[in-house]
């Protein structure tokens, strides 16, 4: 009797009913195989990203239900899912988690400016150099503080709701991340141009300008970020709606 290449259990047949290495045969082996099996592979990749990336967005909480029901064989698995989206996230380097040293004196004002350039003179650097060693510092901080965020999003749900599982409120956190990294980085754009840009043209820039800069960027964030908690605790705890507002709430404030 044969044994596995990769566990050395004894083969029953094709599949080891150990660990489910496939017994290499010469067909295997041939270029039509090879590459059919490299298109299936690649075909089946596309139509799990948009089996999961669609409802991420449009569904909240629904990757994270089918999680726990145990349907997962359709689906991008959650931590492949959140690495795909950072990859596409540190390439398109947009939204609100790019901000540069410039963006902060914008949003915080004409004492921020006096600060950078005492910062400056201390270092004895030039101010545009004083900036780009600002805004590697704060792109660094600011992903830690999103990465560090997931586990205590998924602490704050197990306290919250006892009867589940870490794990489970970790998944629910790696989904929620994983759109909060689109949301950054393209909804709030698309947001500001389909929804904001109208009030400019009806005379309310002062709205549109008050929303872009912190502090009312941080409460669009929050309030858009936290409509999105509230329909994912829905669908996966089955939560009332005045508890899901409860804890969508604890959750905006637990990443503030």
Sequence with gaps: M?????CSAPLTGPYCAA??????????????????HALHDITHFDA??????????IKPGFLTAEFMAGRWKAY?????????????????????????????????????????????????????????????????????TFFFSI??????????????????????????????LIWLTVGLQLLFWVILR?????????????????PGLNYLVGVTLGFYHFAAVRRVYRSRWFAAVGIATALVLAES
């Design 2 to 6: 044969e044994n596995c290449a990769s």
């Design 19 to 36: 660990c489910g290495e496939k017994k290499i045969t010469p067909h295997d082996l041939t270029v039509s195989h090879f590459v059919g």
């Design 48 to 57: 799990k990203v948009f089996s999961s990336l669609i409802p991420l967005i």
């Design 76 to 144: 991008i698995k959650p931590t492949t899912l959140f690495v795909l989206i950072n990859l596409f996230f540190f390439f398109a380097h947009r939204g609100v988690m790019s901000w540069d040293a410039d963006d902060y004196i914008r949003a915080t004002g004409a004492n921020a400016a006096k600060l950078v350039e005492q910062r400056a003179v201390q270092r004895g650097q030039t101010i545009e150099v004083y900036k780009e060693h600002f805004t590697e510092i704060a792109k660094e901080r600011q992903h830690l």
């Design 151 to 180: 586990p205590v999003v998924a602490l704050t749900l197990l306290i919250l709701m006892r009867r589940r599982l870490f794990v489970e409120h970790l998944v629910y956190s790696i989904h929620f991340h994983a759109f909060a």
């Design 198 to 214: 109208p009030l400019v043209w009806i005379g309310l820039a002062n709205v549109v300008t008050w929303l872009g800069q912190e």
